[in-house]
């Protein structure tokens, strides 16, 4: 067997937690990234794990399929996942997450998929594919983590939103609070029974709010 | 605007009203949000009026107005979740609903009340 390997890294300006909610919030997919996904269904979850099948599109070769992942939050600073498409190939993803100052951190993620020999070959297509897939991803995920940490910071409540803001009151002194990992994530979607799609492919974007991020 | 010093009509006044946009600043989509003190803004013209919701989808925290209004629903960004534009009600979880700030056009300025109770 040959194997097809990359790796990719950038830093967020907000905590791993984050980032590693944003990894589980599997609902976001068709929202946030739906350009490039098109369906999404929890198959099972539990703490810490999930099993998911997920429709997208694939970039560089344009290519759309789909794959059933297993995602597994070893511990505070790793996700090892592994994803089976519909070729029979299992792609061995691990990513990593290092606390930097200030609420800040790094990520890491590797790509490994081993192939018939001879495919090898594809070793440059493979880093083209994947460090695309990593930047798309992230570009589109990068606002997302900054908005959640920021509206976090103001007290914002899960299936409430910010109380100062509903109750139409000053905005009072919030303590700081850590942000925490709570998996399997909170869903009133139908995302674990039949699976939810994205709405459409195509938008007039207007885009975040100035002042985000 | 935005991370400028905002105007407000009577700045010992917690109630008191906030410029938070010029009508002119809508064009071409009609809409824009931007935060001003802590509250993210998603301003608007709807069937000739100007309004103002909160731009915190409360599932969340998406940015209900990232995609232009389509069909009188503004769509979440994040998971979907669409909001009627003339009520800020969630139209698939009718629990959840956006905040509407009360609201005076004063020729091109918008001007809002951000805080309504002390």
């Known amino acids: 067997m040959a194997v097809l390997y990359s790796e990719a890294e950038r830093e967020m300006d907000c905590p791993k937690e984050v980032v590693i909610w944003n990894y589980f919030d599997h609902e976001h997919v068709v929202g946030t990234h739906y350009k490039n996904y098109s369906q999404v269904k929890v198959l099972a979850e539990e703490d810490g794990w999930c099993l998911v099948d997920r429709a997208y599109k694939l970039p560089v070769i344009n290519f759309k399929t789909s794959s059933v992942g297993f995602m597994h939050l070893i511990d505070p600073h790793h996700i090892k996942s592994y994803q089976m498409g519909k070729m029979g190939l299992l792609l061995d993803q691990d990513i990593y997450f290092e606390d930097l100052p200030n609420d800040r951190c790094r990520v890491k993620g590797t790509y490994r ?5 001879g495919f090898g070959l594809l070793q440059p297509l493979w880093e083209k594919i994947t460090k695309r897939w990593f930047d798309l991803t992230w570009d589109e995920d990068a606002p997302m983590r900054l908005r959640r940490w920021k509206v976090w910071k103001l007290g ?3 299936f409430r939103g910010i109380p100062y803001i509903n109750e139409k009151k000053a905005k009072p002194n919030i303590p700081p609070r850590p942000y925490p990992v709570e998996l399997p994530t909170p869903k009133i979607t139908p995302i674990k029974g039949q699976g939810v799609s994205r709405i459409f492919e195509k938008s007039d974007e ?3 709010s100035r002042g985000d991020g | 605007m935005g991370s400028e010093k905002v105007e407000t009509t009577d700045s010992t006044d917690v109630r008191a009203l906030t410029c938070v946009a010029r009508r002119s600043e809508l064009a071409p989509s009609g809409q824009l949000s931007r935060w001003v003190d802590d509250h993210d803004l998603l301003i608007f013209e709807h069937k000739g009026k100007i309004k103002v919701l909160s731009n915190i989808c409360p599932h969340l925290g998406g940015p209900v107005g990232y995609h232009k209004l389509k069909d009188g629903r503004f769509t979440c960004l994040w998971h979907n979740f669409q909001f009627s534009a ?6 698939d979880h009718p629990k959840l609903c956006l905040r509407e700030y009360k609201t005076e056009v004063r020729g091109d300025e918008i001007w809002v009340q951000l805080v309504e109770n002390v």
Do not use: T
């Not at chain 1, 998929?113 to 020999?117: D, I, K, S």
């Open chain 2, 86 to 91: 003339d009520s800020g009600q969630c139209i």
């Open chain 1, 113 to 117: 998929m081993e192939v018939p020999p």
């Open chain 1, 156 to 158: 914002f409540r899960d």
């Open chain 1, 206 to 208: 207007v885009g975040y």
